[in-house]
């Protein structure tokens, strides 16, 4: 398995800001994703990063909001944007070898949105 | 619509008391089942991947097994550290790259 680690591990930002979040492996992989798990709820996937072009968002998600960068094949981030409270949620990238193949997850980033 | 719902929501279990969470999906061809154990604070972690009905795998107390419809995770024997939420989540034949996650199961082992 991979070494997944993020940065921040949690944030308190005001309402109306930004905040970006880093995902680092230590080795290359060919998928990395990013989830939201918000509370009492599931992981719901919010996009696939892909490296080299712009990134594959789910429904519900858009890229003026959850913009994605993946500049190369072992780091991705993931900016949350003109924050409210209802983003007030742990963010967590996960990666994968190949599209079919089990992924692992980083220990997520909890942020709070006053 | 792919869909995984687990249960119970939670489970206390004393120490050394065998018990079975349950994983019920429905996918649009199965491509995988995946099992995770989450901590506290923690992102999850992986335990197996079940890929084909009658298919079984085992990891220490640990227990996966898979029919055409769900998957149950048995726990033989638990001890206090198995305390965390079990989360189930399935990959279909269509998106074969999107992980579909349960709410999870929330186990309390107690000594």
């Known amino acids: 398995s991979a070494v997944i680690s993020q940065k921040p591990s949690r944030d308190i930002c005001q309402r109306g800001t930004s905040l970006t979040i880093q995902c680092q492996v230590d080795?290359?992989?060919?998928?990395m994703f990013w989830y939201r798990q918000q509370p009492g709820q599931s992981l719901t996937l919010i996009a696939t990063?892909?490296?080299?072009?712009?990134?594959?968002?789910e429904s519900g998600f858009v890229i003026d909001k959850f913009p994605i960068s993946r500049p190369n094949l072992t780091f991705s981030t993931l900016t949350v944007s003109n924050l409210s409270p209802e983003d007030s949620s742990i963010y967590l990238c996960?990666?994968?070898?190949?599209?079919?193949?089990?992924?692992?997850f980083g220990p997520g980033t909890r942020l709070t949105v006053l | 619509e792919d869909q995984v719902t687990q249960s119970p929501e939670a489970l206390r279990l004393q120490e050394g008391e065998s018990s079975s969470l349950n994983c019920s999906y429905t996918v649009s061809g199965l491509r995988g089942l995946f099992w995770y154990r989450q901590d506290p604070g923690k992102g999850p972690e992986f335990l197996f991947t079940?890929?084909?009905a009658g298919e079984e795998k085992e990891k220490e107390r640990l227990k996966a097994t898979l029919t055409k419809k769900e998957s149950f995770l048995h726990i033989t024997a638990p001890k206090p550290e198995d305390s965390a939420t079990y989360l189930c989540?399935?990959?279909?034949?269509?998106?074969?790259?999107?992980?579909?996650f349960g709410t999870g199961t929330r186990l309390q082992v107690f000594p």
């Open positions: 989540a399935v990959q279909g034949s269509y998106n074969t790259d999107k992980l579909i």
């Open positions: 990063a892909n490296q080299g072009s712009e990134a594959t968002y």
């Open positions: 996960s990666v994968a070898r190949g599209p079919e193949d089990e992924q692992f």
């Open positions: 079940l890929y084909s």
């Open positions: 080795s290359q992989v060919t998928m």
